[in-house]
Every structure is written in C-alpha cells, then in structure tokens.
C-alpha cells in the first residue's frame, strides 16, 4: 500500500510498504484538527463522508466558517499525503466526491484488518497492531467517543479470540496467563470468564475451573443483579461433564436449561452434549442408570423434522440403542425410547419407539416423561399419523404441561396446535395458540420462540390472500431472521422452498435458483420448468424419491404434482394421487406453520385429470 493510516493508537500514517524495512516513512500530519478528519474518513472504510457530516463531527456548535475550514484541512491533507501530486493533477487518496470525500486507492487502516477469527499467529498479529487506545489525542467529540469505545471493544474482543484459538492448539493451557490479566482488568466481560475456566479445566486446573466459575457468577449476581448467560452455563456443563460421573445428570440439567436460553445457548448445549456423549463412550458413566438418565434426559422441546447436528443425532441413536439393550428399567427406558424418536426424526423410524415411550409414561403416571414421550410423538406422527393427531397431541402437551408448570412444553404444546391448524387456514385456533407460545416464552427467556412465531406471520399473510410481492417478501424477511439462530436444520434449504411455495401458490413460474439445496430433489422438476429445461426437468420428476417425513412432506408432494401435471407425466401422477386425497382439504405445507403452495385440492383435481 502506498499509504497506511493508523488509528490503534495516536492517529498516524505512513508512506510505504509495510514490512519492507527502510521503505516506510512517517507523513507530517498538519495538526489535530486534520488528524480527526482523516481518522473520520479511514473508518468510513472508502464510503464518501458529506461535508456537512464532517462539520457536525468536528463540531459540536459549528462556527460559521466550518464548510470552508474543512476544505482546508482537506487540502492541507492532500498535500502531506500526496507531496508529489502535480498542480490541478487529481487526487488519487483523499479524492472529492460530488459533496464530500473518501479515501480511496492506495490506503490501508490499522483498524480495518482486525479478524473475525483465525488462528494464533494471525491473532497475536492483530493485537500488535494496537500501539495505545484507540484515536488517542483527537479528545472527547461524541464520533471520537463511539469509535473509540468500539474499537476499545474490538481489542478486548481479538484477546478472547486468540484465547479460543489458543484453546483449540496443542497447549491450551497457554492461555491462562493473558486471561487472567484480562478477566482481572475488564470483569464485566462473561466471556473472559469463560474462556478462563476452560482454559484451566483443560490445563487440569478444575477445582480452580469452578472456582473462577462461582467468582464469575457471584459477580455478576452480586453486582449487577445478572444471572450468567449462556457462555458461562455452557462452561459450567463442559467442565461438570468432565468429571466424576456422580455430577453427569447436573451438567445434563444445565445443557437442557442452556437450549432454550437463545442461539448462542442452543449452540453451547450441542457442544455441552457432545462432550458428555465423550464422555459416555469412553465408560464414564457409573451405573447404567445413571447413562440412561444422562443420555436420555436431553427432553428439550424439538418443533422441526430435521435435526440441527445429524453426526450427533446418530451418536445419541447409538448410545441409547446400546443401553435400551443393557435394560436401564421402566423410567429409563421410556426416556431412552422417547430421545430415540426424536433424534430418529426425519429419517425414520420415530413411530414405534416413541408409542412404546408413550404407554410406558402413561403407565408410570410422571408427567415430565409424558411430556417428553409426546413431543416425541408429535414428532413421528409425521410418519404414522395425521394432522388431526398430531393437533391432539399438541392439545395434550398444553394440557399436561400447564398443569404441572412445564412450560417449555407448553409452548411446544401451543406451537404445535397453531400448526395443525394452520393446514385447515383455523386462524382463529392459531393465533391464539401463537398469542399463548409468544407470551409463554417471553416470560420465561425463550427468545427462539420468536423465530416460530415470526414465520406464522408471514405464513398467515398467504393464507389471507395477500399479493405476491408481499408473501415473497415477508418469507424472505423471515428467512433472514432465521439465519444465525443455531437451527441449520431449520434454516438449510429454507429460502429455496419459500420461494418455490409462493410462486406456486400465485401460478408463477418457478425461478431456476429454487434448484439447489438440501431439497432440490422436489423443487428442482418445478426450478427446471420455470428455466425451459423441460426434458431436464421430466428427468428429475422421474428420479425425485419420496420426501422425507416431516412438516414439508405434503409441500413437496405439491411440488411434484405440479410439475407431473405440467409434464403430463402420469406415472408420476398416479403416484402421488393416493398420497394427496386425504389430505386434499388442507393447504399444502401450511401445516408447518411456515410457508404454503395453496389447497391440496387444487393439485389433487389436476392429478386426477391426469390419471381419468
């Protein structure tokens, strides 16, 4: 780069390739005045800064003469920045643009090649960079506060990422030292805590692991009245998960707590899971009861038909398959046959293990069992069973949960009851149901629900008839605000059915995009036709299988039936026929409280035609 400006420290810059010793020399910048405005303009990241911004940035009551001082702090700029420029020549770096400036080619800021992750060297080297706090010397005006705060951020942020990535290398004790330092000087900051007590536990310091783990918590309790957040439960879980096999069923207690506390938990609770199943494979349990309650005891509510973390799913499968043979008892049991259906789920065979968790919870009369053995239910009535039945599954789980105080399912129970009604357009039942689940979770701290309830509304704009361009773009709002929520199970392939589901319920042709994803197999035939490829598109109607069961399985069916119908296909036709009759007065996929293609009928009818 020809010019480096920095800003991790005393505002500098300097003409030169950096690293190429001798090369790279110092600019005389004018005076501070000018060092603020060129520090405005590198954190623009080369956006054009307005004059006018600039005059309310440097000033807190402008003077009258501020549009004219600042174009002279531009030009005296340009002249140390450029010292060779010819007379009237363009500025190549600090460049005028309409009403305002950027800096442009040939610059590069300190403060723009902080990471976002790496590895070891890549993080100590952007630590280096700070040579003292951020726009040291450009005093106290509101923009310099902000920045400079976040900037503050971004340090304290790089020391815990190089922490996490000296966790992850061969010696991750190597980390204790800095974060020792950094939790003592910025306590306030959870994830310090945390970091610090893996990095202890992983150094074989445990008792000192929960003792930074019980300073961290009281802190935050004692002081500012804060329970701990995800972070440091998730910590918490992972270092109980690795020791003695007495304290499993507590570190299983805060992983079920941790998965409905929001993303960041959801994320540290499979983590949390994986290190106890670790632990399990390795014969760490005590007993086989106490594996069965251990592995069986993840009873967190599950909505979706595909799981967010597969390989773990089929490692949980193992683990409860080995000790269902081992014979854990009746309680047992009914745990490890309910955590069977659900991690079996969308893939099949939920449907026998979880009516046998059934009978057995029933039988037991407990109703935290129940609750999980219906969940589990409800999840392989996809296979087995009707909407009908899975509402009345829904309905039983409000029942039951509500009358023991189990509200986490609760509102499973609430959201799998708007659901159903959903396929029947029962607006009525679903919004009080969704009303229910919403208020239910904020109560309790289940910001996740959100993401559920946010997809109703947009699910109940296309079953009131909206127009197109609205459904599109409330499913592509809601697809966003899925993004990020640790649900890949949720979000994988998500943007590609929506947008299929209403262009076909608004007879439009299918964008060719609509072709990818984890669910091409049955929006690829339609994505094909709305690209011209017919014969390409008759191929992949001939191969596309039978969907998965699941919330999406009459969706896709719809999906086929419409391109069988285009086609002419009436092989295809005849096959999909006896799948769609019974449920011809439903909306397609509307049952997943989601997105819908319109009535089943509409696709039953023009099946029919096909097949006389």
Do not use: K
């Amino acid at each position: 780069m020809d010019v480096r400006i920095g800003l991790l420290g005393p505002v500098v810059a300097w003409r030169g390739v950096e690293g190429d010793e001798g090369t790279a020399a110092e600019i005389a910048l004018p005076g501070p005045r000018h060092r603020e405005v060129l520090a405005r303009l590198a954190l623009a990241g080369g956006r054009v800064v307005p004059v006018d911004v600039l005059v309310e940035d440097l000033w807190t009551a402008p003077p009258a003469g501020a549009v004219t001082a600042v174009r002279t702090f531009v030009a005296a700029l340009r002249r140390a920045l450029e010292p060779d420029r010819p007379a009237r020549a363009p500025a190549r770096t600090l460049v005028t643009v309409g009403a305002g400036y950027a800096l442009r080619a040939a610059t590069d800021v300190d403060a723009s090649r902080v990471p976002a992750d790496a590895d070891v060297p890549t993080l100590e080297g952007a630590l280096a960079l700070w040579r003292g706090p951020a726009l040291d010397g450009l005093g106290q005006t509101p923009w310099v506060r902000a920045e400079r705060d976040r900037l503050t951020g971004e340090r304290l942020r790089v020391v815990e990422l190089l922490a996490a990535a000296r966790l992850r290398s061969a010696n991750p004790g190597s980390a204790v030292p800095d974060l020792l330092r950094h939790t003592e000087e910025n306590p306030w900051r959870e994830e310090g805590w945390r970091l610090l007590a893996l990095a202890l536990a992983a150094a074989g310091r445990r008792a000192e692991a929960l003792d930074v783990l019980r300073s961290a918590r009281s802190l935050l309790v004692g002081e500012l009245g804060l329970d701990p957040g995800p972070g440091l439960r998730e910590a918490e879980a992972t270092v109980l998960a690795d020791g003695p096999g007495v304290r499993w069923e507590a570190s299983v207690d805060a992983l079920r707590h941790l998965a409905v506390t929001g993303a960041e938990g959801l994320r540290a609770a499979r983590s949390g899971r994986s290190a106890a199943l670790d632990a399990f494979e390795a014969g760490g349990a005590p007993t086989p009861r106490t594996a069965a309650r251990v592995v069986g005891g993840f009873d967190v509510p599950a909505l979706w038909w595909r799981s967010d973390d597969p390989a773990q799913a089929a490692r949980v499968v193992a683990a409860a398959e080995h000790l269902l043979r081992a014979g854990p008892g009746e309680p047992g049991r009914a745990r490890l046959l309910a955590t069977l259906a659900v991690e079996r789920r969308g893939v099949g065979g939920s449907a026998a293990p979880a009516a046998e968790a059934e009978r057995l919870a029933r039988r037991l009369g407990d109703p935290t069992l129940l609750v999980h053995a219906l969940g589990a239910r409800y999840l392989a009535g996809f296979e087995d069973g009707t909407t009908a039945d899975r509402r009345r599954t829904g309905e039983e789980l409000v029942a039951v949960s509500a009358r023991h105080e189990l509200w986490a399912h609760e509102v499973l129970g609430h959201l799998v009851v708007a659901h159903t009604a959903c396929a029947t357009a029962d607006l009525v039942t679903a919004d009080r149901h969704v009303r229910a689940a919403r208020d239910l979770a904020a109560a309790e701290g289940a910001p996740l629900v959100e993401v559920f309830t946010g997809w109703y509304g947009a699910l109940r704009e296309a079953l009131d008839g909206a127009r197109f361009e609205t459904v599109l773009a409330g499913y592509r709002r809601q697809v966003e605000a899925t993004r990020g929520q640790g649900m890949p199970g949720l979000e994988e392939g998500l943007l590609e059915v929506a947008v299929a589901a209403a262009h076909l319920q608004h007879g439009r042709a299918v964008p060719g995009a609509c072709a990818a994803g984890p669910f091409a197999a049955w929006t690829g035939p339609l994505a094909l036709l709305g690209s011209g490829d017919r014969e390409a598109a008759r191929t992949a109607l001939r191969a596309a299988g039978e969907p998965p069961p699941g919330h999406f399985a009459d969706l896709f069916r719809c999906f086929l039936a419409a391109a069988a119908a285009e086609l002419r296909d009436d092989v295809v036709s005849a096959r999909l026929l006896p799948r769609l009759e019974p449920v011809a007065d439903e909306f397609a996929g509307a049952g997943s409280g989601m997105v819908t293609a319109g009535p089943v009928a509409g696709f039953v009818d023009r099946l029919r035609d096909l097949t006389g």
